[in-house]
Every structure is written in C-alpha cells, then in structure tokens.
C-alpha cells in the first residue's frame, strides 16, 4: 500500500484530495504548520474512513527538509499548501533530494513556467515531479487533446470556471486572485499583448449552470495553451465568481488597483469574509468549460465545447482530482522520471475516472462547419468552392478585389445611405472585406470604395436562416442555393428585440456566384419601401494570403 504525504491537508482541496486517497487504498499522512489543526483533519478522515491508515506530520513548508520529508515514510508527497503564485518550489526541490516522486496543484504561472528546473535532479534521482495538477493546467489541457485529435489546425482555445456560490473561498485562494488582479497579464490574443487581471466581462454559457460572467485569469494555461496547441489567434482562460454582484465587484476592484496602484493582497482576509456574506444567494453549483474552435481533419470549420457541471458542495473536489490521478499514475509506475507540468501526463478518461463518486456531470458538443454551413445544410456543400471558402474560414481572413456601386436612388434614401456607411456610386474601386468568425457570430467588415461599413451575422437556424444585424436594425436572411448561386432573401427585420412590420422592412436582391477567372462573385442590392435603392454593389474578391 503506497503512503502519500498531503501538504496543506487541511485547506480546501488538499482535504478532498486525501478523501480521494482514502477512498481507493492510499495511505495518508496529514502534514501542516500546526499539530492541533493537522490532527483535527485526521480525526474527521478517520472518522469518515475507519479502515484507512491515516498518520500526522508537523511540517513547515518554510523551513522543511529532505530528512523531514523522508521520515515520514511516504513515497510520494502530493503539494496542495497555495498560493503557488510567486513561491519557490521548495517543497518539490526537498521531496526530489529525498528520493520521492512528487505532485502539486500548481495554479501559479511562475511556479509552473520554471518548474522544468528540477528536471535533471529529478530524473538523477529516478523520480517523477509533475505540478500543474488541478483544474488549470492539467484538466483543461487533457480536455482539449481530446477536442482538437485529429484537426488540422486550430484557431482559439478557450477554458473557463466558474466555482459556486458557496464553494469555500480559503484564504490561500484569495491572496492567489488578488496577487494578479488588476495587474498585467501577459495574453496571446492576436499576438502576444498585454491585459489587465480580471478584466472583460465575457458572457459564457455553462449548460446546466447557465450563462455566467467570467473575466480574464492568470494561469499556467496562458503559456501552455498557446505553446501545445499553436492556435493561431487567441488563447484565453476566464474565471467567474458567483453570485454575479461578486463578480462585478472583483471586476471593479481590478480597475482600482489599476487606477491607484496599490497592493490588493492585505485585502484577502477581509475579501474571504465578504464573500461568505455575498454566498447567501446565487448559484451554488460550479461549472467549468472548455472550448477549441479550428478547422477539423477533412479541413471544415468545427467548434468542439466541453462542460463540467459540479452539484452543490462538489465543486471544490474537482481541483485535486487531476492529482488524484497522477499520484495513481506514479504509484502504478507509469509517470517517467523527470520533473513536468502536468499536461500530456494524464489523459481525460483518467480524470473522468476519478469523477464517478461525485456529483459531476460533463457534456460535450460539437459543431462542424461555419454559420452559413450549420443554417444551409447538405446543401452548402454542393456550393462552388469559393463561395464555400469565403463562408467556412475560420478566424480572421482578409478579402481583397474589385467592385462597382450604383449610390443611393433619392435623396432620403441618400441620407439613410450615409448613416448607414453604404458607399456612392463609383464606375470601379478596390473592395474589401475582412471577415471574423468565432463559431457563434461572423462580423464582416467591409470597405467598398472608401467608405466602410459593417455587420454581425449570427443564430443559423434550419432552412438557410441567419441574422445579419446593422447597428440596432436587424435582418431575418434566408440563404438558398440555386444551382451554382447562393440566393439572399429578407424574410424580416426588427429594432433590438423588437420585430417591425414587414410591410416596411427592407427588400435585398442580393446572390453570390463564381465568375470564370474562378473568383468569389458578389451583387448586392438593398432597398427600402417608400424611399427606394440604398446601394448597390457588385464585383468580386479573392482571399488575401
């Protein structure tokens, strides 16, 4: 029977995680600073499991040494003592020098960056170090090598939690948010750019938990996401706290400490009281989601979604689960010598394993093809090729060519033309059109003749139904393919949410076609009752490499 030592056994998750090693055969030892709270966390364990061995080590992670480490008998020492954000690994440097394997829940970008490290001692020693192994960058990682097998390329990555209102909030977890928030966070996004901590206030949606705010997070992930799977354009992690007023709290707070300059961590002992006074209402269910978006192996535009939804009182097991798993994985011999991050180490069916005895359920959705392909159907594939392309790239892509315009036919219709952006009537000018599509939306910018205007298509629908959406005024399209052509058809439109009458609603004659140089073919017409043509526009485009 293989003994693990459990650091911090006394927090939030490094409890669950003994519970875990409890409940499949694992000697525990809980080791902290104080005996009399190390002890009263193993008389709650023995109480739960009679039949577990269950001992108690006084450590100080400060201070302690190999000797330490050793003395206690274990054989593998599992690290769940946070904030990892700033601190040494001196901990996994000890264990190493001891000759035990070793593994921690990691959330701290520093500390997982610069654990590789160890690596020559640890493999001088014959012994597996990983870190990383929690939700963030172990699970979400694991998630997305199952999403993205087989695609030929991806796009963006995306993960983000979101715990439940009642999840015990300790202390170690605050000092951990508030070490970054509102401070710079370096993200991949277009780029490698800068961010504040917490900032955006993204809307996701969480299935079973429901669409929930989340904002921007430091963690291991914003490396090692962009450094696995090269996504081309953006890789995020978000966090979210429940109920939403905590959220916008947390939100705000990130702008004051941007605004003021001042250190938010002495904060962390009284944000942990607020929280527990905000915990009375919202949802108490935690939920995390996983997201890839790419072009899959038979080059089409998919969208691959993984949900994680935690019943109240089981969200805070989901961090040590990844841990669980690889204490399992060193035990049984199967984790190589050498000190990692934990991506790559464990696999989704084994974290998934490791769910059965709680309440967490997981979905996962996938979506193949771009909005046009999702509304129009099998049809969209009998499409010409470049009306196909133009439609199914994923991401951002630049359309270059020619176009001619007819202007607006009066001058009302001129002067709703100009609002608009529509451009005036030219012989021939240079067309453009850059184009951005995340999945749920496209926005298409165009720029015709100097004049530049834009819309957001979005909601596919069966039978060749989309939205395209100018400012407040929206339009009901339905797309048809005849023969080689694609058909436009304006079915109605609305103000917001408010549907207008279809007497007055705009008219389009609008087809896209292939002309015989093989280029993307465009002729668009748009009308309104009463005051007459607005624009029309028609000429051709290529992709930009």
Request: aromatic share 6%; with cysteine; net charge positive.
């Amino acid at each position: 029977m293989t003994r693990v030592l459990v650091v911090g056994a006394g927090g939030v998750f490094g409890s669950r995680l003994c519970e875990g090693l409890l409940r499949t055969g694992f000697e525990v030892v809980v080791a902290g600073r104080n005996r009399a709270r190390a002890e009263d966390v193993a008389a709650r364990l023995s109480a739960a499991f009679p039949d577990g061995r269950i001992e108690v080590a006084v450590l100080d992670t400060a201070t302690l040494t190999a000797g330490d480490l050793k003395a206690t008998g274990a054989a593998i020492v599992a690290d769940a003592a946070g904030p990892f954000q700033g601190a040494q690994p001196t901990t996994a440097r000890a264990a190493i020098a001891a000759g035990l394997s070793y593994v921690d829940l990691a959330d701290g970008r520093d500390f997982v960056a610069g654990f590789p490290a160890l690596d020559a001692a640890a493999r001088a020693a014959g012994v597996a170090a990983v870190t990383g192994c929690s939700s963030t960058p172990a699970l979400s990682n694991a998630v997305l090598d199952r999403l993205t097998g087989g695609w030929r390329g991806v796009v963006s990555v995306e993960a983000a939690i979101s715990p439940g209102a009642r999840a015990p909030r300790g202390l170690s977890v605050m000092r951990a948010i508030l070490s970054w928030l509102g401070r710079p966070v370096r993200v991949f996004d277009g780029g490698w750019t800068t961010r504040r901590g917490w900032s955006g206030l993204y809307r996701r949606d969480f299935g079973a938990a429901g669409r929930r705010r989340v904002s921007l997070c430091e963690t291991p992930d914003l490396d090692l996401l962009v450094e696995r799977f090269r996504p081309r354009e953006r890789a995020l992690f978000l966090a979210g706290l429940e109920p939403w007023p905590a959220h916008l709290g947390a939100w705000a707070l990130g702008w004051l400490v941007r605004a003021l300059r001042f250190d938010p961590v002495p904060l962390a002992r009284a944000l942990v009281t607020l929280s527990g006074w905000a915990s009375v209402v919202g949802s108490d269910r935690g939920a995390m989601r996983v997201q890839a978006y790419g072009v899959d192996g038979e080059g089409r535009a998919a969208r691959a979604i993984w949900r994680l939804v935690a019943e109240p009182g089981e969200g805070p097991v989901t961090p040590g689960l990844p841990a669980l798993a690889a204490v399992k994985l060193i035990a049984a011999g199967r984790v190589a010598p050498g000190a990692r991050a934990c991506v790559g180490v464990l696999t989704l069916d084994d974290i998934v394993a490791e769910m059965a005895p709680h309440g967490l359920a997981t979905e996962t959705v996938a979506e193949r093809g771009a909005i046009y392909a999702r509304a129009i159907g099998p049809a969209f594939d009998a499409l010409p090729a470049p009306i196909r392309a133009l439609h199914e790239t994923p991401g951002r892509s630049l359309w270059r060519g020619e176009a001619m315009t007819d202007g607006a036919s009066g001058p009302l219709a001129a002067l709703v033309a100009r609002i608009v952006g529509f451009p005036k009537a030219r012989a021939a000018c240079r067309a453009e059109v850059a184009i951005e599509a995340d999945g749920d939306r496209s926005v298409w910018r165009r720029r015709i003749g100097g004049h530049g205007f834009a819309s957001v298509l979005s909601h596919p629908r069966p039978g060749g139904r989309v939205s395209e959406r100018f400012g407040p005024l929206s339009m009901d399209l339905t797309l048809t393919p005849e023969g080689e052509r694609l058909v436009y058809r304006v079915d109605g439109w609305r103000l917001g949410p408010i549907p207008l009458p279809r007497a007055l609603a705009p008219s389009t004659g609008a087809h896209e076609e292939v002309d015989g140089a093989g280029r993307f073919v465009f002729d668009v017409e748009i009308s309104a009752p009463l005051i007459g043509r607005l624009v029309r526009y028609r000429g051709w485009l290529v992709r930009e490499a």
